[in-house]
């Protein structure tokens, strides 16, 4: 068995297709598609169910997605002895953020990274589904290391640094009735129309669970994935907030009003703590911690 072929069959279940696998792995889609036929040959089974709309695993496929990357793993932890005594770092990271980060410069600790590892591979993406889904991505493997925030205890098979915690706070247009009192209950605010974030992203999963441990529920009447946007549609009257401090702030139109409750919004740095991590991540996870100095 070929570690190529396990990085091929890999890297095609990531992507859930054929010609963005090839991208990916910058070689010919043809190449891709001749070392899974090779691979499921040699195993007896197939891997894949393909069609022209989608590419899903099979359960042959499925079993042996966590031993293909636990391979992986030992092999680039192999080449990680030799390169760093050799002096340099290779590899790829896959990184997963949320869409809004307000407390590390991502930008920028990526910028130091990558003139001090050249030869490593960073592959970015923001969440879709919020924390929730990176947090998932880094249980299946899919991520080497995510930016999030979790709400509550992490989940069993995370390893996660809490980086920074902000209260979370009520923001009102400026002519609502509440918005001129001095401190809010989150009985105060049941029945209004919430702007929020959609379900599996920190900061709504943590209001959601302060309501319901205090026995009330709410209407959300509109979604903004993106939290920076939340308050512009507060401005408008489309309902009010309950955000992080650092998202929030008085500005015309707007009242920010502190919550009786204990709702707290954390920003992390987690990984799976199944995996061993390679040379670049903890080269990366030494960088995030510099940072914070």
Partial sequence: MELRHLVYFVTVAEERNFTRAAQRLRVVQSGVSAAVRALERELGAQLFERSSQRVVLTDAGAALLPAARATIDAAQA?????AEVRGGLRGELRIGTLI???FVDLPGLLGRFRAEHPAVDLRLRAAPT???????????GELDVAFLSLSGRAPTGL??????????VAVLPATHPLAGRPRLTLADLADEPFVDS?????N???VDRGFAAAGLSRRVALEAADIATVRHYVREGLG???IPRFSAADEPGLRVVPVDARLSWTFAVATASARRPSAALRALLDLVDDNRR
């Fill in 100 to 102: 809004s980060v307000g």
């Fill in 159 to 168: 390893s996660v640094r809490t980086l920074a915690a902000e209260p979370i």
């Fill in 204 to 206: 709504r999963t943590e």
């Fill in 130 to 140: 919020g924390s929730a889904g990176l947090a998932a991505d880094l249980l299946g």
């Fill in 198 to 202: 959609p379900p599996g992203y920190g």
């Fill in 240 to 242: 009010v907030a309950l």
């Fill in 78 to 82: 192999a080449r990680d002895a030799v």
